[in-house]
């Protein structure tokens, strides 16, 4: 082995030998429950599975058969989800140069989580038992007073749904490390044969991982739905009313969100310190290539690309849809109420049907992605990204129908017949937003598409007119999206608001139910969606397991083709996610809106920016928006730079890894990294959580020394307002300019503009370095800030009165 090889002094071109990567720890590591299951017998296992499963359904069949269907179909899923899982694992795994990389970064990145959400579910811990306090000492609202909810049962409900939805955000990051950390190196190992094969095999791992985060996201909400609906007694005299239910959901969509912010910072901070710091060393100042095996941190590298785009994405998208889900629950139920519907299950569990639904077309649209005979996508085969796009076309044009037949089955009421084709009208513009968000995504980050290949010709000119170039480009790529949300959000409300749906006094109520459906339209394809982000990273892997492995030109073409893709649907995802997020956020701002009015005994339908302190809280909100990115772009600098030093120090003290004749050390740049990304996330992580509510209580004492009873409420709102729409135009902003700088280095990779190696080539990797902390660090941080405001402000809203 290499080490032995050093050792007895006889060096050489070690590329020729068995490559040797070491192991980040000492032995595999197994979650501690799998630890705990291992232990029993297996039929005993089985019992329990089954008492499980018996159980669940038993509760789901008390609530509502529409609970059994939506149970079934996830289930289902689930069990599809295992046969993907069962299918790439029986792929091989290449020669053992590729295995012994890929065991590398498996290791690291396991270690890195297992560290990570250590760290976070004591936080978690901390954060459940101040809500406890807090919501022991508040008032009760109307409804829980006539429903017999004293305080202590609504402060348990609480802070169990927010355990419970922190706990399943960070199976969902899991399950998303878990599939990338061994699909990489069978990608890498399918590419030496068929670029059809590899893709397919990474678009397979990326859909398991998707079906199971959405899976649980669904069927986490519909037993803690139907758990406390058979608790609570719900429906009967004297109980909680079935539409005030989805209130106590709260906290599982705010536990989501609180996980999800720290995985996206710490491995966001992670994967781009240690992309930048090879980067700067390894490509700029010493001329070799990405992933090359002389870099001492590209192992570290490789394993961020695990912990920041796969653990971090899952959990991330798992919250999205559990907020969505929730907000539109309590949007459903409280229209309901208003417009005195007989049987309010219908529009309450809407979105849980609509996501069942995802989860069919989703795989549909998975499984119509299939091997060929074609042995190469370079020789003039079909196009990588066509063939997904062909996949999402499929999974849309089934999403129309599947959510025509769902708003016939759930909306339909006697009291306004037409009122379910409105609603199906509200889906088709959030189905059509989605789609429009993917394009014009591609359009400004795919190097087939003017955008991108204007700047990398901006690269011919200098590294500064490259960042010119980059900065524009990105602030440019606002205005579209803004536009199609405006329109969207316009659209849908005025379709449900034209529903027919009428309280007692004949106004009409549909408006903010008919957003919430167009929400629900454009998450109708999430699942597909997650896939095809998964497939980003699980490529990038597979190249850099290529090119450590030093496999034939060849073989690192096909990845390098799959790698391009991935950056461009990564960017479509993120695109994707802030859109969400943007209708999500205004549907949580409107039950925030709602939950003060309840406790204030008063109303609170609008939120005047002229008074002077509400104005004040607007700009904290967008404040807000700045420095949590500045913080979170300024982590990355400080962790890159103590890995350009560690890779510095490294060439300088070891000249002969230049020529082969000395090995990097690779655990040492992951030890760096791992450790400051993760003293790196806590702050900016702080800011998000306590600014909402050192605000609100700062500016509740105000209001109470001058009279303004509502003044804290009133403040937070703005500053959530004003959060809100900051941060859809920096997000957007940062994730394309970072998705365009990163394809056009890869544009002039390809031989374009002088091709690697060329003063353009170098100019386009500074744009690529600056755009890192920008795509993959910051904006996809502020999808998560945006709608963990808002749930922190919900949950947190007794406290500002």
């Not at 022991?136 to 909810?149: A, D, H, K, M, V």
């Not at 579209?480 to 949300?485: A, N």
């Not at 073989?555 to 461009?568: F, P, Q, S």
Request: a neutral charge; charged letters at 15%; aromatic letters at 10%.
């Amino acid at each position: 082995m290499m080490d032995d090889v050093m050792e007895t002094g006889n060096m050489g071109h070690y590329q020729d030998r068995l490559r040797t990567f070491p192991n980040m720890r000492s032995k595999p590591y197994t979650p501690l429950i799998f630890r705990i299951l291992m232990r029993f017998n297996v039929r005993v296992l089985f019992l329990f599975l089954l008492f499980g499963f018996g159980a669940i359904f038993y509760v789901g069949a008390s609530t509502s058969p529409i609970i059994i269907f939506v149970l079934a179909v996830c289930i289902t899923s689930f069990l599809l989800s295992l046969y993907l899982a069962k299918w790439v694992l029986k792929k091989d795994e290449g020669p053992p140069e590729m295995t012994q990389i890929s065991d590398a970064i498996r290791d690291g990145a396991e270690g890195f989580f297992r560290t990570q959400y250590g760290t976070i579910s004591k936080m978690a811990i901390l954060l459940a038992v101040v809500i406890l306090c807090i919501y022991l000492l508040r008032s009760t609202t109307p409804q829980q007073e006539s429903s017999g909810l004293g305080r202590s049962a609504s402060a348990y409900i609480t802070v169990a749904a927010f355990l419970i939805g922190a706990m399943c955000s960070g199976v969902a990051g899991y399950v998303g490390m878990w599939v990338s950390v061994r699909a990489n190196v069978r990608v890498s190992s399918a590419a030496r044969r068929s670029a059809r094969e590899a893709l397919q095999i990474a678009v397979r791992a990326g859909g398991f991982s998707a079906i199971m985060v959405v899976g649980m996201a669904v069927v986490g909400v519909a037993i803690l739905y139907s758990t406390f609906y058979v608790w609570l007694g719900v429906g009967s005299p004297g109980s909680m009313k079935v539409t005030d239910l989805p209130l106590l959901l709260v906290g599982y969509g705010f536990g989501a969100s609180f996980v999800a912010l720290f995985a996206q910072l710490g491995g966001g901070i992670y994967t781009k310190a240690a992309d930048v710091g090879a980067d700067l060393v390894g490509k700029i100042e010493h001329g070799i290539p990405e992933d090359d095996a002389r870099n001492p941190a590209v192992i570290a590298d490789l394993v961020g690309d695990n912990v920041g785009d796969c653990a971090a994405r899952g959990a991330d998208l798992f919250e999205s849809i559990a907020a969505e889900i929730i907000s539109a629950m309590i949007l459903g139920g409280t229209m309901a109420e208003r417009c005195k519907i007989e049987d309010p299950s219908g529009f309450i569990l809407f979105p849980l049907v609509v996501h069942s639904f995802d989860l069919v077309i989703s795989s549909v649209g998975i499984f119509s992605i299939r091997g060929t005979r074609g042995s190469n996508l370079t020789a003039g085969a079909e196009d990588p990204m066509t063939i997904l796009q062909k996949g999402y076309s499929l999974t849309i044009l089934l999403a129309v129908l599947t959510f025509g037949v769902s708003t016939r089955w759930m909306l339909y009421t006697e009291q306004a017949p037409s009122a379910w084709l409105n609603f199906f009208l509200c889906g088709l513009v959030g189905i059509t937003t989605a789609y429009a968000f993917v394009w014009i995504t591609q359009y400004y980050t795919d190097y087939k598409h003017e955008p991108v290949r204007t700047l990398a010709l901006s690269s011919s000119t200098g590294h500064g007119t490259n960042i010119i170039a980059g900065i524009s480009l990105g602030l440019e790529s606002t205005a579209l999206p803004v536009l199609v949300i405006s329109l969207a959000i316009v659209s849908a409300f005025w379709l449900g608001r034209t529903s027919g749906l009428v309280d007692e006094a004949g106004n009409p109520t549909g408006g903010l139910f008919g957003t919430a459906v167009a929400t629900m339209g454009m998450l109708s394809t999430a699942a597909y969606v997650l896939t095809m982000d998964m497939f980003g990273p699980i490529a990038d892997n597979a190249g850099g397991i290529v090119e450590m492995s030093q496999q034939p030109e060849s073989v690192r073409e096909i990845t390098d083709i799959l790698d391009a893709v991935g950056n461009t649907t990564k960017a479509t995802t993120k695109g994707f996610a802030i859109g969400s997020a943007a209708l999500a956020s205004f549907l949580l701002f409107s039950a925030y809106m709602d939950e003060v009015a309840s406790f204030a005994h008063e109303p609170f339908k609008q939120v005047d920016i002229a008074i002077p302190e509400v104005f004040v809280g607007g700009l904290l909100g967008s404040m807000l928006i700045f420095l949590f990115s500045a913080w979170a772009c300024a982590a990355v600098g400080r962790t890159a730079q103590e890995v350009v030093n560690e890779v510095r120090r490294q060439f300088t003290e070891r000249p002969g890894i230049m020529d082969y004749r000395e090995k990097p050390d690779y655990a040492r740049c992951v030890a760096i990294v791992a450790s400051a990304s993760l003293r790196e996330m806590i702050k900016p992580g702080a800011l998000a959580i306590a600014s909402p509510i050192v605000v609100g209580l700062v500016f509740r004492l105000l209001g109470y020394y001058t009279g303004q009873t509502l003044l804290g409420a009133k403040v937070v709102a703005s500053m959530l307002m004003f959060a809100t729409v900051s941060g859809i135009l920096m997000a957007l902003f940062l994730n394309t300019a970072g998705g365009a700088w990163d394809n056009a280095k890869k544009y002039i990779e390809t031989g374009a503009l002088g091709g690697k190696g060329s003063d353009c080539h170098k100019a386009a990797i500074t744009g690529d370095t600056v755009g890192d902390p920008f795509k993959d660090t910051a904006g996809p941080s502020i999808h998560v800030l945006i709608k963990m405001l808002a749930t922190i402000t919900l949950v947190m809203a007794p406290v500002f009165l």
